[in-house]
T-cell receptor
Framework: DGGITQSPKYLFRKEGQNVTLSCEQN?????MYWYRQDPGQGLRLIYY???????QKGDIAEGYSVSREKKESFPLTVTSAQKNPTAFYLC???????????????FGDGTRLSIL | DQQVKQNSPSLSVQEGRISILNCDYT??????FLWYKKYPAEGPTFLIS?????DKNEDGRFTVFLNKSAKHLSLHIVPSQPGDSAVYFC????????????FGSGTKLNVKP
């Protein structure tokens, strides 16, 4: 079954530590995204990647880093510089957008990160 | 500055009646609009979309209406079922080579049996 796998589902971090959230997709999608969701708020874009070895900052990239070494994988590192990392993190992917072929993003089930 | 807004954080509807969820946007360049449904502790799942060349798209019990002049879209669910209880997000994107979406803050729908 094709889909997006995020792991772990729950993650706890001590202050001052970096943590990496995993996102793997087998949908053969070119584009991948990381979002953050806080209570009562919509999804805010952290980073996105259109192709392998390329990625761009989203609206709230400070304190985060990503890599895109493989098409299937787009890990997100939450660094100690992120002041308020406790949130629900969602990874998504989508095929390239053609002129007459709008495609929705497909989401994983998320990782909830908490600070100890 | 939020470009997509859902001004109603919650909506409660009786089973069998119509649910109407609303969404407003500010960027006239948006040309593709979607609705997602989200259950707690899960990722959003795609529900229905509409291109700016249309003003209505229907899929079973779900219909999305787009009013470009008002920069407003709505999702109608008829008839509403208890299983429809979830948070609904609207999203919009514009004509670039990839889908960068802007999401609203969501509306929590509660369908009462």
């Amino acid at each position: 079954d094709g889909g997006i796998t995020q792991s772990p589902k729950y993650l706890f971090r001590k202050e001052g530590q970096n943590v990496t959230l995993s996102c793997e997709q087998n949908l053969n999608h070119d584009a991948m995204y990381w979002y953050r969701q806080d209570p009562g708020q919509g999804l805010r874009l952290i980073y996105y990647s259109q192709i392998v070895n390329d990625f761009q900052k989203g609206d709230i990239a400070e304190g985060y880093s990503v890599s895109r070494e493989k098409k299937e994988s787009f890990p997100l590192t939450v660094t100690s510089a992120q002041k308020n990392p406790t949130a629900f993190y969602l990874c998504a992917s989508s095929p390239p957008r053609g002129a007459a072929n709008n495609q929705p993003q497909h989401f994983g089930d998320g990782t909830r990160l908490s600070i100890l | 500055d939020q470009q997509v807004k859902q001004n109603s954080p919650s909506l409660s509807v009786q089973e069998g009646r119509i649910s109407i969820l609303n969404c407003d946007y500010t960027n006239s360049m948006f040309d593709y609009f979607l609705w997602y449904k989200k259950y707690p502790a899960e990722g959003p799942t795609f529900l229905i979309s509409i291109s700016s060349i249309k003003d209505k798209n229907e899929d079973g019990r779900f219909t999305v209406f787009l009013n470009k002049s008002a920069k407003h879209l709505s999702l109608h669910i008829v008839p509403s079922q208890p299983g429809d209880s979830a948070v609904y997000f609207c999203a919009a994107s514009r004509g670039y080579n990839f889908n960068k979406f802007y999401f609203g803050s969501g509306t929590k729908l509660n369908v009462k049996p």
